[in-house]
């Protein structure tokens, strides 16, 4: 079994995200694979083709990724580290290109979104195109060979096809971090080799209120402030059973076997058609653009 998956293929920021929990987890290079898709990798994970996945669940500039967040309510994945990356997007395009000539700019949606105003003073006619990730970008423009197509991606990706820069940081907003998540199942909790100190831990929690009626939400935000525990985190997502049915993903500044963590949970499973699930307790790191 290879010991862990990203969202490919390689030169993706998934990957450097992946490297950097291999480097944790004492996992040689050579062990890590690449899949085409979120899904693909949560899918790798749950059919027992890879042990652990890397996967990105949030951007400082446009939030969540949502796909991931979905998944993650679907099965019964725990997050076992996070590691909080600077993204510094660079446009490319073929030697020689015109940037009037631009008639389509390729990437994952949320590059394209995280350098939108940029895109739009350089190409402000070409059509923005949805692909996998980063790094499919620009292996199609490589191999397209179209001066009127360009893409947004990593540096390193985009030089390793020998295309010419024609941005560097194109991000709309220089502080732009991307959070990535490492995944597997309960029983393969991990040990990690490489000693770093965290910068914090989170425990993550899924909520769901059952029936929706004034002060549900209330009710369960007043448990953790009652416990003085702070929130870094809270959003919603259709649960799909139906218009107006949410779950609440809600991040805890702790640990889930802390005293008030524990009481919290349980306090708020008591409360009539609530529910609350454990995604995870785990380590935080960050690392800054010089170390990348």
């Known amino acids: 079994m290879r010991m862990l998956g990203f969202l490919g293929p390689s030169g993706t920021y998934t990957e450097q995200a992946a490297h950097f929990f291999a480097d944790k987890l004492g996992v040689e290079r050579s062990r890590i694979h690449p899949f085409s898709s979120i899904s693909r990798v949560f899918d790798a994970v749950e059919n027992n083709e890879v042990q652990y996945a890397a996967v990105p669940i949030e951007n400082s500039l ?3 990724v ?55 003073e350089l190409f402000p006619n070409a059509e923005h195109v949805d692909v996998e990730s980063t790094a499919a970008a620009i292996l199609h423009v490589a191999k397209e060979r179209d001066h009127t197509l360009v893409c947004v991606g990593s540096l390193n990706a985009g030089r390793a096809q020998a295309l010419e ?21 309960r029983e393969h909790a ?22 929706d009626h004034p002060g549900a939400l209330y009710a369960v935000l007043k448990v953790f402030a009652q416990r003085q525990l702070n929130l870094s985190r809270l959003e919603s997502r259709p649960t799909k059973r139906g218009l107006g049915s949410y779950q ?17 949970m349980e306090e708020i499973s ?6 609350v699930r454990d995604l995870g307790t785990y380590p935080c790191f960050s690392v800054s653009s010089q170390e990348i």
């Open 62 to 64: 446009e939030g969540s």
């Open 66 to 120: 949502l796909v991931t967040l979905d998944r993650l309510a679907a099965y019964p994945l725990r997050i076992f580290a996070e590691v909080a990356l600077p993204i510094r997007h660079t446009i490319f395009g073929l030697p020689g290109t015109d940037p009037h000539a631009v008639r389509q700019v390729l990437s994952h949606p949320q590059a394209l979104a995280q350098c939108r105003q940029t895109l739009m």
């Open 165 to 185: 820069v024609l941005r560097v940081d194109a991000q709309d907003i220089s502080d732009n971090v991307t959070r990535f998540v490492l995944l597997g199942r």
């Open 190 to 211: 991990p040990y990690f080799v490489q000693e770093q100190k965290a910068d914090t831990t989170k425990t993550s929690l899924l909520l769901q209120l059952g029936d």
């Open 248 to 264: 609440f993903y809600i991040d805890v500044l702790g640990n889930s076997n802390d005293q008030e963590v524990v009481q919290a």
């Open 270 to 275: 008591a409360i009539a058609g609530f529910s």
